[in-house]
């Protein structure tokens, strides 16, 4: 079959080759043939040496979706033919972290496809804990409305879960990308009653408008933030901050900007340490949450998108052939901020 190749030695660090098709190796795996896959930041994060725990040499891609085409012995609920969406996360289902829903951290998966094994890039993809790792695509939507419900509509779920929104509340989400503008969608359905986005991007801002994913927008390079925030707070600030922009100082905005007594939930990946000035925020008497993302609500969210309760369709902003996967990651690499997410067929 053919498959991108993550090669840290080649000057591209890709390349598209022919490879064997995988085969079920443990009776819990499932082999699918992938129908729309997807590039993620953290793909690219791969490529430029950031992430350590990569293997060389493995098919990059963890956001996908397919069709089931061969189970072990051990899979109990899936069968030859069953339209899957898959969780970037593999997990058992089983183990202390597992039973307790914290699946990032399962003591036998985690991040492995298209990290430290084969994951979505390719023809076909071997899904280690079938039965745990994919959900059944409801009849009424396609592969590519479900596409992103493994990665990062889950990663908005898990932000908006995070801040414990109680209906009317009046949230901050700091990065209007696309984990940011799916945390939008899902606060908003958690009972959010006013959510204000901050972004440097004014075209992004203008999306989350367009799309009503948002009530306010702030520019923190054309708006005081801080006059706007007490604007739209009654001086009190945010009930709930949820930041997922991961840039130099929105770690630092992202404390300030809530209301004494709130929860700051962290999804954003950071390229430096942090510091967190204790001295200053004494009284505040803020929570902190931070993670990646425990995707544990994706059957909830598929259950959502197929109701017409949320989509995350606006997001694909080109669509490519699987066979042009290396121009569409170039082009990825270098794209305007209004290119949000690629479909590859
Ligand atoms: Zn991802
Ligand atoms: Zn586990």
Same mark, same amino acid.
């Given at each position: 079959m053919k498959a991108l190749i993550y090669n840290?030695? =080649? &000057?591209?660090?890709i390349e598209l080759k022919e490879i064997a098709d995988p085969k079920i *190796? #443990?009776? $819990?795996d499932a082999i699918i043939k992938v129908e729309v896959s997807s590039i993620c930041t953290s793909d690219i994060h791969i490529i430029q040496g950031y992430v350590p725990a990569a293997n060389n040499n493995i098919v990059l891609g963890h956001e996908f979706t397919g069709t089931v085409i061969e189970t072990g012995?051990?899979? !109990? $609920?899936l069968k030859k033919g069953d339209r899957v969406a898959v969780n970037c996360i593999t997990f058992c289902g089983e183990c202390y972290f597992c039973k307790r829903g914290? /699946?990032? #951290?399962?003591q036998y998966g985690g991040?492995?496809?298209?990290? $430290?094994i084969n994951g979505a890039h390719a023809e076909y993809a071997r899904i280690p804990y079938a039965d745990t790792t994919l959900n059944l695509i409801p009849d009424n939507i396609s592969f590519e409305n479900a596409l992103f419900v493994g990665d990062i509509l889950s990663s908005g779920y898990f932000a908006a879960k995070m801040i414990e929104i109680q209906k009317g509340d009046n949230v901050a989400i700091i990065g209007a990308g696309p984990v940011g503008l799916c945390s939008c969608m899902c606060a908003k359905y958690l009972g959010a009653e006013k959510i204000t986005v901050i972004d440097i991007s004014q075209e992004r801002l203008q999306i989350a408008l367009n799309h009503s994913l948002c009530d306010y927008i702030i520019n923190p390079l054309t708006d005081n933030i801080e006059e706007r925030t007490k604007e739209l707070t009654d001086k009190r600030g945010f009930d709930g901050v949820i930041e997922a922009a991961g840039g130099k100082d929105t770690f630092q905005l992202a404390w300030k900007l809530a209301r004494p007594n709130s929860i700051v939930g962290i999804v954003a990946m950071y390229e430096e340490n942090q510091i967190l000035p204790l001295p200053y925020m004494y009284g505040k008497n803020l929570t902190f949450k931070t993670g990646g993302?425990?995707? /544990?609500y994706c059957k909830e969210l598929l259950e959502l998108i197929s109701k017409g309760e *949320? =989509? !995350? &369709?606006?997001? *694909? !902003?080109r669509r490519f052939k699987f066979d042009n996967i290396i121009d569409a990651y170039n082009i990825f690499q270098n794209? $305007?901020? !209004?290119?949000l997410k690629f479909a590859l067929y």
């Amino acid at each position: 079959m053919k498959a991108l190749i993550y090669n840290k030695n =080649s &000057d591209n660090k890709i390349e598209l080759k022919e490879i064997a098709d995988p085969k079920i *190796i #443990n009776p $819990k795996d499932a082999i699918i043939k992938v129908e729309v896959s997807s590039i993620c930041t953290s793909d690219i994060h791969i490529i430029q040496g950031y992430v350590p725990a990569a293997n060389n040499n493995i098919v990059l891609g963890h956001e996908f979706t397919g069709t089931v085409i061969e189970t072990g012995e051990q899979v !109990t $609920k899936l069968k030859k033919g069953d339209r899957v969406a898959v969780n970037c996360i593999t997990f058992c289902g089983e183990c202390y972290f597992c039973k307790r829903g914290y /699946i990032n #951290n399962c003591q036998y998966g985690g991040w492995e496809l298209g990290c $430290k094994i084969n994951g979505a890039h390719a023809e076909y993809a071997r899904i280690p804990y079938a039965d745990t790792t994919l959900n059944l695509i409801p009849d009424n939507i396609s592969f590519e409305n479900a596409l992103f419900v493994g990665d990062i509509l889950s990663s908005g779920y898990f932000a908006a879960k995070m801040i414990e929104i109680q209906k009317g509340d009046n949230v901050a989400i700091i990065g209007a990308g696309p984990v940011g503008l799916c945390s939008c969608m899902c606060a908003k359905y958690l009972g959010a009653e006013k959510i204000t986005v901050i972004d440097i991007s004014q075209e992004r801002l203008q999306i989350a408008l367009n799309h009503s994913l948002c009530d306010y927008i702030i520019n923190p390079l054309t708006d005081n933030i801080e006059e706007r925030t007490k604007e739209l707070t009654d001086k009190r600030g945010f009930d709930g901050v949820i930041e997922a922009a991961g840039g130099k100082d929105t770690f630092q905005l992202a404390w300030k900007l809530a209301r004494p007594n709130s929860i700051v939930g962290i999804v954003a990946m950071y390229e430096e340490n942090q510091i967190l000035p204790l001295p200053y925020m004494y009284g505040k008497n803020l929570t902190f949450k931070t993670g990646g993302v425990d995707a /544990i609500y994706c059957k909830e969210l598929l259950e959502l998108i197929s109701k017409g309760e *949320i =989509s !995350t &369709d606006f997001l *694909i !902003t080109r669509r490519f052939k699987f066979d042009n996967i290396i121009d569409a990651y170039n082009i990825f690499q270098n794209k $305007k901020e !209004t290119d949000l997410k690629f479909a590859l067929y």
